[in-house]
């Protein structure tokens, strides 16, 4: 596998009114996420990208990480540290913000 982890962030701009992340929120987790592992140097190991809708438009900004499959929802900038050190350094689920499927 090349990467141990993989986030993929939706920034998907959906049309005035429907429910969606929305670019400019999305865009603002990926650059923090892209921020934080390279601070920590974890950017061969982890990796943070931008995706399109990952079907929890109603509950967005959401993200998906791999290969868990574990969705989060309703994330903000300020929880990008906390899934790094929590989720992605020691594999434990940020529960408050998991989304249940
Ligand atoms: S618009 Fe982000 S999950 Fe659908």
């Known amino acids: 596998?090349?990467?141990?982890?993989?986030?993929?962030?939706?920034?998907?701009?959906?049309?005035?009114?429907?429910p969606c992340c929305g670019e400019e929120r999305g865009m603002e987790l990926v650059k923090k996420f892209k921020q934080v592992l390279r601070d920590?140097?974890?950017?061969?190991?982890?990796?943070?990208?931008?995706?399109g809708c990952l079907d929890a438009c109603e509950f967005g900004p959401a993200l998906v990480i791999y290969p868990e499959g574990t969705y989060y929802?309703?994330?903000?900038?300020?929880?990008?540290?906390?899934?790094?050190?929590?989720?992605?350094?020691?594999?434990?689920?940020?529960?408050e913000l998991e989304l249940k499927y």
């Open 1 to 18: 596998m090349r990467f141990e982890k993989h986030v993929f962030i939706c920034a998907n701009q959906k049309a005035e009114g429907k």
């Open 40 to 51: 920590k140097g974890l950017q061969g190991k982890i990796r943070a990208q931008r995706a």
């Open 73 to 95: 929802g309703h994330v903000t900038t300020a929880d990008v540290e906390r899934i790094v050190e929590q989720h992605l350094l020691n594999n434990k689920v940020v529960t």
